[in-house]
């Protein structure tokens, strides 16, 4: 199965850039913001014998999208799709069918299961083991913050997946920019069509994705200024905590600010 949606809305940026085919989005916080330590992620092992998805499949036509619930046939366990994400990833522990779940800092969003790393590592790039033993196949993850930008430039961001993925990046006013593979998919790496004319500020972010069996994979990259070459969203622009930091002007007022202080104590003596 290989079904592709992208979308983007967006409120077109007023700042200078280089002359790219891109799409304006501006921050969701504008301004200058301390460097990150990583995105919150959440992975959720689900029950290899579930049978509840409610991705569609027609067996007269062997196509998706139409029929019954892949969960109503006798070879229909575990997760299908992004319908199957929504209806479990904020399910807790011991809650039917999720047998556990696991949640922190991820310092890199770059991780894959064991099959991954044995078989694949060398084709698509090295990952991380999965943060418990049992997250081999059917499990799902999210990982929510923000991108930090430091300076105005055209980007592009890519996640390498196996089975399906959606990753949302969030601006002013309602604007987002989104791309998604629903349904069981060969891994791969998606990327923006266009790339995103992005101001230095913090974007919020969503990434989800889920894999069925055999092996797994989440890996998020971006690029810079029309380049293709796609490297690891670094620690330092994933932000939980935003922390804003004073431009330099508001620097130099407030040190005036102090030297006043000073001063002014210094004559009360």
Excluded: C
């Excluded at 006798?74 to 039917?96: E, F, K, R």
């Amino acid at each position: 199965m290989n079904i592709r949606h992208v979308t983007v809305v967006s409120v077109l940026s007023t700042l200078s850039f280089p002359l790219f085919a891109a799409i304006g989005l501006n921050p969701t916080l504008a301004g200058s913001y301390a460097a990150g330590t990583g995105a919150q992620a959440l992975f959720v092992k689900v029950d290899d014998r579930w049978q509840g998805s409610t991705v569609l499949w027609d067996e007269a036509t062997q196509s998706y999208g139409g029929g019954s619930p892949i969960g109503s046939y006798a070879w229909g366990t575990g997760v299908w799709g992004l319908a199957d994400w929504n209806a479990l990833i904020g399910l807790p522990a011991g809650q039917s069918p999720v047998l556990s779940t696991w949640s922190g800092l991820a310092s890199q969003i770059n991780f894959g299961n064991t099959l991954y790393n044995d078989l694949y590592a060398g084709q698509w790039g090295n990952t991380v083991a999965m943060p418990q033993a049992e997250l081999q196949t059917n499990w799902l993850a999210q990982f929510t913050g923000y991108i930090r930008i430091t300076e105005a430039d055209a980007y592009n961001f890519s996640v390498l997946y196996d089975d399906g993925f959606f990753f949302k990046l969030y601006g002013s006013d309602g604007s987002v920019a989104g791309i998604e593979q629903d349904g069981v998919n060969p891994r791969d790496r998606e990327g923006f069509a266009d790339d995103l004319l992005l101001a230095a500020g913090l974007y919020r972010f969503e990434l989800g994705v889920y894999n069925r069996l055999e092996a797994g994979v989440v890996d998020l990259r971006w690029s810079r200024g029309g380049s293709t070459d796609w490297a690891l969203v670094p620690t330092e622009a994933l932000v939980t905590s935003p922390l804003a930091v004073p431009e330099p002007a508001t620097w130099a007022m407030l040190a005036g600010g102090l030297a006043l202080i000073g001063a002014a104590a210094r004559r009360r003596r």
